[in-house]
């Protein structure tokens, strides 16, 4: 049974140990799996990836837009597509809502122009469940500024960037409930990966007794 799961949240909010513990509770159900992220989860789009990150000169927010975007085609054409025509369930470490958030709140494009770049690139497939994991940004910037040699250009952004960001994700969540499950990202990892485990199997129950997935 198909199914996409999408996961979002500000700098530090410790998206990827949830992924990875998703993953492993699906797994062991049974289920098959394909964990993935963005940018990146194709070899151009980790080339992407790492110029998005790290470019040594400024990159303008239209071609940071592009550049996720262009990331995004090859990742939903050649790996979520398939994954989820073939039955499986997709986990992936951000998506357009990352896009939407840090390209259109943070760095004011417009939202209805990221939407039909979204569209023009791969037809906007959106996720059946959008969790955000989310932190004040204090406590993100601070997690992340423990590694300082791992920072991003995103990191090194002001904190009225990072709460821009922070606000669009908690509109976007409350605007489409049926969409997105909110989890308090300060509370220790293990007992987030409880509640996320508890509405991961809410929605593959609902699924199940919907039958096959109608959307791709
Ligand atoms: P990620 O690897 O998730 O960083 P972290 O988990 O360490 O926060 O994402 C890399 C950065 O890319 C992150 O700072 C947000 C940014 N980003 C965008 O600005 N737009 C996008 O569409 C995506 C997918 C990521």
Redesign the pocket.
Known sequence: MSFFITVEGP?GSG??TQVRELAARLRSSSHHVIAT???GGTPLGEQIREL??HAPWPLCPET?ALL?TAARAEHVTHVIRPALEHGHIVIC???ID??LA??GAGRGLDLDQLWALQRFAFDGLLPDLTILIDVPVEVGLARRYQDAEQL?R??QETLAFHERVRAWYLRAAHAEPARWRVFDGTLPPEIVAEQIWATVQTFLHKREQMGARGRI
């Open positions: 700098e998206k990827t992220h963005e940018p998005l990150l940071e996720v470490d951000r998506y990352s896009t840090y390209q991003s995103f990191d």
